[in-house]
């Protein structure tokens, strides 16, 4: 059986990140979710629902652009191929924040951090931001002074363009 219908936040685990109307579908018994960016259905992974809730909300309240985003981004790194979760690019076609998703049990550590950081030696962004979708943290990487600042909020897509 292949059934599609339209959920929100509240059908899957609740996040601290607005509803959206998910798109989900069920095949053989197991649920899957519509990624807008992949534009293909993925599995519903506790992980996968922080990832599109906060894709969603990137969208939706921080005015991001779907075209300037990508899910699972390949890249090499000391020779081995890792993924980003997502990557926003900038206006100039450059890499300008990684995100980087746990599930909503997992909590966040530095190893976490540290994570993003190796992906953040490749693409050079100015934005690192890791969620587990109940607690974001968002950091901004100065390369001047070789340091990471930890914003209170989230930029909209006219900051995130701004420098």
Known sequence: MNRESHASIDNAIE?????FDARMKSVEGVMSVFDVLRKKYVALTPEEWVRQS???????AKGY??????????????G???RCDTV??????????IVEYKA??????????????RYNQVLQVRYLV????????CCR??????TCEFLSEIPDWTALNQG
């Open 104 to 117: 909503p049990d997992v909590e966040i550590t530095q190893k976490v951090f540290d994570q993003i950081q």
């Open 141 to 146: 990487v100065d390369y001047v002074t070789r």
């Open 130 to 137: 890791v969620t587990n979708g109940m607690t974001h943290y």
């Open 54 to 60: 906060f894709v969603h909300y990137l969208l939706s």
């Open 80 to 82: 081995m191929s890792r």
């Open 15 to 19: 996040l601290n990140l607005p509803s």
């Open 65 to 78: 652009r779907r075209e300037l985003m990508n899910n699972e981004v390949q890249l090499s790194l000391n």
């Open 88 to 97: 926003v690019w900038d206006m100039n076609l450059r890499p300008a924040m």
